[in-house]
Every structure is written in C-alpha cells, then in structure tokens.
C-alpha cells in the first residue's frame, strides 16, 4: 500500500526567508502524481502545486517549486520569500494513474511565517 | 469555470440526532465526489467517494453514509449522530487529470 510521509510537524521562518517541507512516499507504481495542499487557518483546501512521475522536471508556480527525485521517492516543497500569508498547514498528497483519483495524504506540516 | 458549494458551514447537533450535509458542483459533468473528514490538527480521511450517479464506495466502516442522487450532488448523512463524529468534513471533486478542488468545509460538533 502507498504510504505518505511528513516527517516535520511544524516549522517557522521569517518572513522574505526560504523555506523547504520535506515529503517521501512509497509505492511500487510507476506512474502517479504528486501533490501539495496549503490548508489556511481559514480551512479552505488549495492545491499549491502537481507533479506527474513521468515528468523528470520539477513543477513550479512562482514562489512554490519542488525537487522531485523519484529514485528517492522523495518530493520536497521550497517556498521562495515566504510571506505572512503562506502560514498554514501544507500536505503532501499521492495518487495512483487510474484509481479513481483517490489521494493518499501525508500527516502535514504546519507552517508558521513570522514577521 | 468549476464552482463547488458544500453547506452548512458550522453546525451543532445533539448525540443520537440526524445529519446531513451537501454537496454540490457547478460547470462540470460527471465528476469524481469525495468525502473527508479532518480531525483538528490532523490529516484528511476518506470517508466515500463516488464515481456516478447512485455508485458509492466507503472507505471507513462507520455510522455515516452518503448518497448521490444527481449527477453534480453529493450528500452526506447519519441516521444518529455519535460525539466520535465531531470534525471537520470537507466534500471535494476531481476531474480525469486528477486534479482535486474541495468545498469551503463543515464544522460539526456533536454535543
């Protein structure tokens, strides 16, 4: 079974800094995606970012990128100059190529920006 | 574009009353619907997903159950309420290249 991995509970930086959230998975599939959610103290689920396994390059959107190694089986997230706003709970989320699209989720890291 | 509506936002009810949640997608045709529930300050369990009209699957046997009686409905119910209940449902939908978008969420207490 794929299991997901966030082995840091929660994490704070200053603001403007980098920060990076660590993720490893394990699975025996060779083709699945890989996501990040940003869950702010509002609750509101967002998707940050996605990776496909079959892409050896990394996805990023703006300040957001990851470093996808999947020999590892490891998918971190780097967030450039963080920001007051990117303080919220971050997950990491697997899911299998044709399994009904279900996502099996990381415990989460909270993620505190400090000003 | 996609919207999806899940109501009511908070909601309080007493052990042993009834429940019901909705859920609903606008812009889309036969999507994928879920159902989690976040315990405070833990991670999203799936609870049912459905990948059509009256086509459900549970996740965690328990006393709640969900149905979709439209194509673009989800709704999400309990006959008697336990306080184990308590938390925070988040209904959510997925398209064919996997990606998820969730509803604003439900907080239910159960007193």
């Known amino acids: 079974a794929q299991t997901v991995t966030q082995s840091q509970p929660e994490m704070s930086v200053q603001e403007a800094e980098t920060v990076t959230l660590s993720c490893t998975y394990d699975?025996?599939?060779?083709?699945?995606?890989l996501f990040w959610y940003k869950q702010p103290p509002s609750r509101q689920m967002i998707l940050v970012i996605r990776?496909?396994?079959?892409k050896q390059q990394n996805a990023t959107e703006n300040r957001f990128s990851v470093n996808f190694q999947k020999a590892a089986k490891s998918f971190s997230l780097k967030i450039s100059d963080s920001q007051l706003g990117d303080t919220a709970m971050y997950f990491c989320?697997?899911?299998?190529?044709?399994?009904?699209?279900?996502?099996?989720w990381g415990a989460g890291t909270k993620l505190i920006i400090k000003p | 574009s996609q919207t999806i509506h899940q109501w009511p936002a908070t909601l309080v009810q007493p052990v042993g009353s009834p429940l019901s949640l909705e859920c609903t997608v606008e812009?889309?045709?036969?999507?994928?619907l879920y159902w989690y529930r976040q315990a405070a300050g833990r991670g999203l369990q799936l609870l049912f997903y459905?990948?059509?009209?009256?086509?459900i699957s549970s996740e965690v046997p328990q006393n709640l159950s969900a149905s979709r009686p439209q194509d673009r409905q989800f709704i999400l119910s309990s006959k008697k309420l336990l306080l184990s209940d308590s938390g925070f449902y988040l209904c959510?939908?997925?398209?064919?290249?996997?990606?998820?978008?969730f509803g604003s969420g439900t907080r239910l207490t159960v007193v």
């Open positions: 959510a939908w997925s398209d064919t290249s996997g990606g998820y978008t």
């Open positions: 812009g889309t045709s036969n999507p994928n």
């Open positions: 459905s990948v059509g009209i009256g086509q």
């Open positions: 699975t025996s599939e060779n083709n699945y995606y």
């Open positions: 990776q496909e396994a079959y």
């Open positions: 989320a697997f899911m299998k190529s044709h399994s009904n699209y279900q996502l099996i």
